[in-house]
């Protein structure tokens, strides 16, 4: 499994052969320099750390500068581990959008869009409680019955109420590569990736 960190660019939309219409999300991948490779011997496991987008120096811990320096590499803002990569790589070596081909099927997480403490309607799509009449003025975005009565006589849990929505990592999962532009280091995927505009998403292949 080989991957990439990305950057969220926007989304777009383009036309296929066909003439149809496919929304799709650009996003600026790599280079990512490989800070990092795990062995089964040294580690405990094998994988492949990452390090993307460049960081100031006077932001960056001496333990990390040195992590840094032994790949010869500068301090880099966002570092992911990848489990096993379909290519032999080497300490300091270059992952570019080049892993990818126009019509593969990718995997892309990212940090949903943070929404705040919001009611039910909007965070489980509730319809509220109804009409406005008997009583009801100020009912329309209310909950409404949360359980039983006298048994249990308690809030099972799980039950879908107000509370903090947004800022999850989600997964979108096969996303189809319709474009790879290397010389900007871009890559055009179907469908929409969770996240704002600018923030950090991972690509795996």
């Known amino acids: 499994m080989s991957g990439i960190i990305g950057k969220k660019v926007g989304m777009t939309s383009i036309f296929d052969a066909d003439g149809k219409n496919i929304p799709c999300t650009v996003i600026e991948a790599g280079p990512c320099v490989v ?5 089964e011997e040294k580690d405990g496991y094998a994988s492949v750390q990452l390090g993307f987008d460049e960081a100031k120096e006077k932001n960056t811990t001496q333990p990390l500068k040195g992590h840094f320096a032994k790949a010869s590499t500068t301090p880099k803002r966002k570092l992911v581990e990848f489990g096993e990569f379909e290519e032999t790589v080497s300490l300091g070596d270059t992952v570019t959008v080049s892993i990818f081909n126009e019509g593969d099927y990718v995997d892309v997480v990212g940090t949903s869009k943070g929404k ?7 965070r489980h799509g509730f319809g509220g409680v109804g009409g406005q009449t008997h009583g009801q003025h100020n009912r329309l975005r209310a909950p409404g019955s949360l359980g039983a009565s006298s048994w249990p006589s308690r809030v099972f849990k799980g039950m879908r109420m107000a509370g903090r929505t947004g800022g999850d990592r989600v997964k979108i999962q096969n996303l189809q590569v319709l474009k790879v532009y290397a010389e900007q280091n871009l ?4 469908g929409s990736v969770p996240g704002a505009k600018g ?3 991972i690509l795996d292949k």
């Open 35 to 39: 800070t990092q490779v795990k062995t």
């Open 187 to 190: 890559v055009v995927v179907s």
């Open 199 to 201: 923030s950090y998403v």
């Open 116 to 122: 705040g403490f919001q009611g039910v309607v909007k």
